[in-house]
Nanobody
Framework: VQLVESGGDSVHAGGSLKLSCATAGYHFSSCDMGWFRQAPGKEREGVAAITTGVASRTYYADSVKGRFTISQDNAKNTLYLQMNSLKPEDTAMYYC???????????????????WGQGTQVTVS
């Protein structure tokens, strides 16, 4: 299983970025996926998650609701995170993660996911 994030950059507050997570090595549409972030000196935290399949559902941390949107393109085996109205507190390394199945009550929990990418840095000033 390979997860490769991209799209991180340095932006000013109020700006937007779109992160991508290219996947390989497993059946993309069969796994639950999520975006997580880790700021220096802080624990990794869940940002957004999406269940796969026809009736996919999305979940967001309260801190990003209304600003971030998680989506997936099954044809491209790619997960996305559209981030709008960025704030300095959004500065972190962002990771995508995958797991075959995650209980809906735990979709933003770090330890529920087995497969992780290497991360992409987002800096908001």
């Amino acid at each position: 299983v390979q997860l490769v994030e991209s799209g991180g950059d340095s932006v000013h507050a109020g700006g937007s970025l779109k992160l991508s997570c290219a996947t390989a090595g497993y059946h993309f549409s069969s796994c639950d996926m999520g975006w997580f972030r880790q700021a220096p000196g802080k624990e990794r935290e869940g940002v957004a998650a999406i269940t796969t399949g026809v009736a996919s559902r999305t979940y967001y941390a309260d801190s990003v609701k209304g600003r971030f949107t998680i989506s997936q393109d099954n044809a491209k085996n790619t997960l996305y995170l559209q981030m709008n109205s960025l704030k300095p507190e959004d500065t972190a390394m962002y990771y995508c993660a995958a797991e075959l199945f995650v209980d809906y009550r735990k979709r933003l929990r770090v330890n529920e996911y087995t497969y992780w990418g290497q991360g992409t840095q987002v800096t908001v000033s």
